[in-house]
């Protein structure tokens, strides 16, 4: 059974800060990376994507993957009041018609 | 616009009552899921279809049913509802199911009496 798990929250950071997000995953071999926010009511929305070990910025997001130890995370800078959502990390497996995994969400709640 | 679209978005009905929901994309993928979203449980896939005629059970089918004669609809059927069903449900698509990057439909709120 493949799985992908995080924390879930509710993860509480005042507005100006970082926050990070964290997810790992149980299939050594998965191959690419998302995030996805999901605000209250609403259908999840895909903003970061990554395939390779590192970071990879965008905006005031980054992601960062480190295959070795399982593990994905998701930094906010500069995190505002409008990026209080539910981020759910999802992992795409090597094997054949595996479909995407989902975790099942860190509630991000940013104070202002 | 490029969107996922799916009917309808709010439905109240009782045990045993069929119903369908839609799902139409505009974007040309090739795939769409089915997904229902519980608490504490998160998203779980229903089905899905790779292509037109081509579908799979998810990880939760049971008491559901999908087609897909068309690239750019998949309906969702539940032939006979029952309250283990209410639940938020999301269509999605993306272009291939390797890519991992889907796009959502807004999300139907079903209750079941």
């Known amino acids: 059974q493949k799985e992908v798990e995080q924390n879930s929250g509710p993860l509480s950071v005042p507005e100006g800060a970082i926050a990070s997000l964290n997810c790992t995953y149980s299939d050594r071999v998965s191959q690419s990376f998302f995030w996805y926010r999901q605000y209250s009511g609403k259908s999840p929305e895909l903003i970061m994507s990554?395939?390779?070990?590192g970071d990879k910025e965008d905006g005031r997001f980054t992601a960062q993957l480190n295959k070795a130890s399982q593990y994905v995370s998701l930094l906010i800078r500069d995190s505002q009041p409008s990026d209080s959502a539910t981020y759910l990390c999802?992992?795409?497996?090597?094997?054949?018609?595996?479909?995407?995994?989902f975790g099942k969400g860190t509630r991000l709640s940013v104070i202002a | 616009e490029a969107q996922v679209t799916q009917n309808p978005r709010y439905l109240i009905t009782v045990t045993g009552k069929k119903l369908t929901v839609t799902c139409s994309q505009n974007?040309?993928?090739?795939?769409m899921s089915w997904y229902r979203q519980d608490p504490g449980l998160g998203l779980r896939q229903i089905y899905y279809?790779?292509?037109?005629?081509?579908?799979d059970k998810g990880d939760v089918p049971e008491g559901y049913k999908v087609s897909r004669k068309e690239k750019r609809n998949f309906p969702l059927i539940l032939e006979s509802p029952s309250p283990n069903q209410t639940s938020l449900y999301f269509c999605?698509?993306?272009?291939?199911?390797?890519?991992?990057?889907?796009?959502f439909g807004e999300g139907s709120r079903l209750t079941v009496l």
């Open positions: 999802a992992v795409n497996p090597y094997s054949g018609n595996t479909p995407l995994v």
């Open positions: 990554i395939y390779s070990n």
């Open positions: 999605a698509s993306s272009l291939t199911r390797n890519t991992g990057e889907l796009f």
């Open positions: 974007m040309n993928h090739e795939y």
């Open positions: 279809s790779m292509n037109v005629e081509v579908t």
